[in-house]
């Protein structure tokens, strides 16, 4: 019995002597489209603004931790009105999403940095939705009227991206990029005129500061 407790307590002991909690802020930028069922001639959507949103981090292994984020981002896509007659005029559609995506992340000392890998699932929910076109030569954008029988309000989805970080004493700065597939389709099918399937595909960089509790992990 006393070898059991002795072997618990050494555990625990080995685990927190890695512990470490991180909490910050974070910035980015997100490149976007939709797949769409049937295709249709689709461009990226740079984004209108940037993403920004609160990170939390945890470690209690020296290589693997959890990082969960909760943000503004906006998604979308651009596609042709009229190739024939309107040429390069498109049309803009931008979601706006309040994300939470939750990963697990590994990471690797490599002595001036740290590398680390993220892969996990997100659910975002939609907050506001613009549509325009640059016809007048640039977008003239207005919020459209979430319609529930016809919008998705919640998308989720997978993430995975690669980053590096460096720790401080005062904290740690980080940089990364992601991609990113929603299998969540952005109007439902059911409404008249709507697409099978549509569904998100984005690309995106971030940088962000973290303050640390706990143990420095190295």
């Known amino acids: 019995m006393i070898k059991k407790s002795l072997t618990v307590l050494l555990t625990i002991f080995a685990l927190s002597a890695y512990s470490q909690t991180y909490v910050g802020v974070k910035g980015g930028y997100t490149m976007s489209d ?3 069922s049937p295709v249709q001639n689709t461009r990226m959507l740079f984004a209108d603004g940037f993403d920004y949103g609160l990170v939390f981090k945890y470690f209690n292994l020296k290589y693997f931790g959890l990082q969960a984020e909760l943000y503004m981002v906006n998604r979308g896509y651009r596609k ?22 939750i990963f697990m992340q590994v990471r690797f000392n490599l002595k001036l940095f740290m590398i680390h890998f993220n892969a996990g699932p997100y659910i975002a929910y ?3 939705a613009r549509e325009g076109d640059n016809s007048s030569g640039e977008y003239q954008m207005s919020n ?32 990364e990029g992601r991609v990113g597939y929603g299998y969540g389709d952005m109007q439902k099918h059911t409404y008249t005129g709507m697409p099978k399937q549509s569904k998100a595909v984005f690309q995106s960089v971030n940088v962000g500061y973290l303050y640390h509790f706990g143990n420095n992990v190295k």
């Not at 459209?144 to 005062?170: A, H, M, V």
């Open 80 to 101: 042709p009105i009229d190739l024939a007659e309107l040429g390069d005029t498109l049309y803009k559609r931008v979601n706006t999403y309040i994300e939470l995506p």
């Open 126 to 128: 939609l907050v506001q």
């Open 144 to 175: 459209i009227t979430i319609n529930p029988l016809r919008d998705n309000r919640i998308d989720y989805g997978l993430i995975g991206g690669i980053g590096l970080s460096r720790d401080f004493k005062w904290g740690t700065f980080f940089a």
């Open 34 to 36: 939709i797949a769409f």
